[in-house]
């Protein structure tokens, strides 16, 4: 061992004897304020990058998630529009009969119709068509006219135009008629 770190008898110093020394030892102010700002700035610097890193990955995860939700727009009515097109098929196969009897365009029709409709309910659009005595429920129908009748005030009377929801949210009242109060 060196001599510094040993006493007059030549015995070596335990760790908490040198502690001790370099705690009694004068130190040199300077010296450790510069060894502490170097030390600073490294976190500093350290601290700046992990920032300037985080702030890379918010607005790499921000422009994901515009590109996604813009892509989700763009393409949302895809598989709607996909249903839709043996609909389109029917019609224009339909169309395309150049002497059609009025029995053969009514069971095509019916036939596009059957398939329209389930196109719809595969999309989770659904009709509204309350039978008549139906409460009347300004959530799902519209008031056209207010009609005198026997049955209970406000129900529906009669069905103008079928009302539809997607799903569970209205797309278009029901137009009904409604008994008036007595």
């Known amino acids: 061992m060196s001599e510094a770190n040993q006493n007059p008898e030549n015995k070596p110093l335990s760790d908490e004897e040198l502690a001790a020394a370099a705690a009694m030892a004068p130190t040199d102010p300077l010296a450790d304020a510069q060894a502490e700002l170097a ?3 490294a976190q500093n610097a350290d601290l700046a990058d992990q920032y300037l890193r985080a702030q890379a990955d918010v607005q790499n995860a921000r422009r994901r998630a515009d590109e996604d939700i813009s892509k989700a727009r763009k393409f949302a009515v895809e598989g709607f ?17 150049p002497n059609a009897t009025l029995e053969q365009i009514r069971e095509g029709s019916e036939a596009t119709l059957r398939q329209l409709k389930s196109a719809l309910e595969r999309n989770k659009v659904v009709e509204i068509a309350p039978p008549a005595g139906t409460k009347f429920d300004p959530h799902h129908h519209q008031a056209i006219s207010v009609v005198p009748a026997e049955q209970e005030a406000n129900t529906v009377v009669t069905v103008l135009q079928k009302g539809y929801l997607i799903a569970e949210r209205v797309l278009r009242p029901a137009l009904v008629t409604v008994t008036a109060p007595k």
């Open 81 to 97: 529009a996909d249903s839709l097109l043996p609909v389109l098929d029917s019609l224009e196969a339909g169309l395309a009969i």
């Open 39 to 41: 030390n600073l700035k």
